[in-house]
């Protein structure tokens, strides 16, 4: 089976070679059949990666231990569902998750539109081609995860070597998240190569009009779903496994995951632009261009070990390959532009500050100054080793300082922006649709100071959160009434029309509610709590209304690794509501250890519970405990997000067309008495 899947990305590197070289023959000569097979050799190659991918996946689940990296990262111990996380545990499997998630974006768009856009399509393939060789080369000849073990028989010959068992798998990922997070943010890096791909195409063949726009924009929404779902996925990881009771720390590899969702978030708004005036075609090419490289810089964070991150691969010899990736990638990019830079020329321009496109210009603006600003603050250990010698961390002060006024004036445009007209919003519209959620928005504030918030960033937050979820609920509303008492159907019914009737505008909203919800979860960070004490059986600790009870500790032998539990008993007021157990492994195969975090979680608060190991002086176990409010409201506006996407995905269902025939008098004819005929009247149901 290592052959057999060595032999397929082989094959599929081979197949890559021709979809790529025979597609700029097509290209020039024009020929049907060349542009045909072109594209047979590009979802070729997608085949053979998903077979190569799959024999990797039975090595691991047959406990193949003649392979180096089965051995590497897995042991006979592990249960199916780590052997699988176990495929994209180390480099060269996450490379090939990489060229295989890739290659089912690839194969989708060519199969989709094969015999489709004859003038585009050709350009398109070829750009997914270089991007698939690129990560075979890798899969191929430097990061294979199919090299077998061997040792040096007494002749001097290499001989095959079995062992009985592998090293096992990192405690960090034996989580079942772990078995979606990876192929999830993977899904989001890998889909913007097609909305790259159909920009590049689109301006080296000077495709006429925004054909490109509508063919990408579902393609781009799923890219940047599966971004923002992997974000929070990873964030729960980190909150559930790391067990030092936060969820985000900017962390380098956290911030390459953002910084593409950032760009990608900035191109969806800014697109509607040109599709709506025809304005910022230039703007919107190099956010895509842009946005993909951001994928590509991330991976190349994550694998050259330039940065220090729990999330990183150790330090290897890839990290100039990437960099010449995107060097060519920059090059080609900025050659094609060049070149067809009239092709970009906008048909209109801004006509007013207060509009629909002047919000989405504040927005595209503001998501870049905060996408610059996590490049820097990732960066610049390197770039101060580069200019002093030694390195200069910077850490989350520094992109709390600058990103928090930025995401309050972003959670603002989240609620102006889709409200406002094209062209020009009158003062009599704004009045309409903004005073009395602005209103509201102060009255909470006000009354949030008066319960003692003091904190002004979570005031703002409380009075933007207000403001922000009234002008959608205003927006449904209004809308909904009018279908209601055209249909005479209730309000409920009203919203469902209204939505479906265009899913990409009332998704939008959806989002940015779920966008609000994930402010207000944050917003409850400036009022954590944590302590820490030794806690011997029958002690007790007081946390906010909590009350810990140390019961038993036990350590016994569990699987594949050996556990050692603290019983926690949880009391609010006198009342027990829960047992909780946090509890510490230790896994021989690997003499690696890993925390599982003991949580208590409401709507309005984690109670979060460490057993954070045996004190060195009193040798009695040693609890963490967190108090931190609003948690939940992350996770569920995560939910809320990943729903508008979907809602935002679904096509418009147009309104029917409703034929009635109805009686009315014909004109008098003379010597004829007045007779009545059928006349066929059309009414639109709105």
Not at 280 to 309: A, K
Not at 335 to 357: G, I, M, Q
Not at 380 to 387: A, C, G, H, K, M
């Amino acid at each position: 089976m290592d052959l057999f899947g060595s032999f397929a990305l082989l094959l599929a590197f081979l197949c890559g070679v021709y979809a790529f070289g025979g597609g700029i023959a097509a290209i020039v000569t024009r020929r049907p059949l060349l542009i045909k097979s072109a594209r047979n050799a590009g979802m070729a190659a997608c085949v053979l990666i998903w077979l190569g991918f799959a024999s990797l996946a039975y090595l691991f689940q047959t406990d193949n231990f003649s392979m180096a990296y089965v051995v590497e990262h897995s042991n006979r111990t592990l249960s199916h569902l780590f052997k699988l996380t176990a495929i994209w545990a180390g480099q060269e499997g996450s490379l090939l998750l990489w060229s295989f998630l890739l290659s089912v974006y690839v194969f989708s768009v060519l199969f989709a539109y094969r015999g489709k856009h004859p003038e585009l399509m050709p350009y398109v393939g070829v750009v997914l081609a270089g991007v698939q060789l690129f990560f075979l080369t890798f899969n191929n000849f430097l990061a294979s995860p199919f090299h077998i073990l061997g040792s040096a028989a007494p002749s001097g010959a290499l001989q095959w070597v079995m062992r009985g068992d592998g090293n096992g798998l990192n405690p960090l990922l034996q989580y079942p998240e772990m078995a979606i997070h990876p192929p999830i943010i993977y899904s989001g890096y890998t889909g913007f190569a097609i909305p790259f791909a159909f920009a590049l195409a689109a301006l080296l063949g000077r495709y006429p009009g925004e054909k490109w726009i509508h063919l990408t924009r579902r393609w781009t929404m799923i890219a940047w779903g599966f971004q923002g779902a992997g974000i929070l996925l990873g964030a729960h990881w980190a909150y559930a496994v790391l067990g030092w009771g936060g969820y985000w720390m900017w962390d380098p590899v956290e911030n390459a995951s953002l910084m593409p969702w950032l760009t990608g978030t900035a191109f969806l708004h800014s697109v509607m632009m040109q599709e709506k005036r025809g304005m910022m075609r230039v703007w919107n090419v190099w956010l895509v261009f842009i946005t993909f490289m951001l994928t590509i810089f991330g991976t190349f964070l994550t694998r050259s070990g330039i940065v220090s991150s729990v999330h990183a691969f150790a330090q290897s010899n890839i990290g100039p390959w990437f960099t010449s990736f995107i060097g060519l990638v920059l090059v080609v990019c900025f050659a094609a532009y060049w070149k067809n830079r009239d092709y970009l020329r906008s048909d209109n321009t801004l006509d007013s500050l207060v509009s629909r496109e002047s919000s989405f210009l504040f927005n595209n603006l503001i998501l870049l100054v905060a996408c610059v600003a996590v490049i820097s603050g990732t960066l610049f250990p390197v770039l101060s080793e580069w200019v002093r010698g030694t390195k200069i961390s910077v850490g989350a002060p520094f992109f709390n300082k600058i990103n928090l006024p930025i995401a309050m004036f972003l959670l603002f445009l989240t609620g102006v922006g889709p409200l406002l007209a094209w062209r020009k919003t009158s003062m009599a519209s704004l009045r309409k649709n903004f005073g009395g959620p602005l209103l509201a928005g102060v009255v909470a504030g006000g009354v949030g100071l008066a319960l003692g918030l003091r904190d002004f960033y979570v005031v703002v937050c409380l009075i933007l959160s207000v403001f922000v979820t009234l002008t959608i609920l205003l927006e449904f509303y209004r809308g909904a009434r009018v279908i209601a008492s055209r249909a005479n159907t209730n309000l409920i019914s009203g919203v469902a029309q209204l939505t479906m009737r265009n899913t990409r505008r009332y998704g939008g909203y959806v989002v940015h509610f779920g966008i609000v919800l994930i402010f207000i979860g944050i917003s409850g960070t400036a009022f954590n709590q944590d302590k820490q004490m030794d806690m011997p059986i029958g002690a007790q600790m007081q946390i906010g209304p909590y009350r810990l009870t140390h019961q038993t500790f036990d350590s016994q032998p569990l699987g594949n690794y050996n556990s050692e539990r603290a019983t926690i008993a949880v009391d609010r007021r006198g009342k027990q509501i829960i047992m909780l157990y946090p509890e510490k492994r230790f896994y021989s195969s690997n003499q690696e250890s890993g925390t599982m975090v003991a949580i208590y979680s409401t709507l309005k608060e984690d109670l979060y519970v460490v057993y954070a190991g045996r004190s060195p002086e009193t040798q009695q176990p040693v609890i963490h405990a967190y108090l931190n409010p609003l948690v939940k409201w992350i996770w569920l506006g995560g939910a809320v997000v990943v729903l508008g996407t979907l809602l935002a995905l679904v096509p418009n269902r147009q309104p029917m067309l409703a034929l009635r025939t109805v009686t009315e008098p014909s004109p008098a004819v003379p010597g004829m008495a007045p007779a009545t005929a059928p006349i066929r009247r059309t009414d639109r149901r709105l």
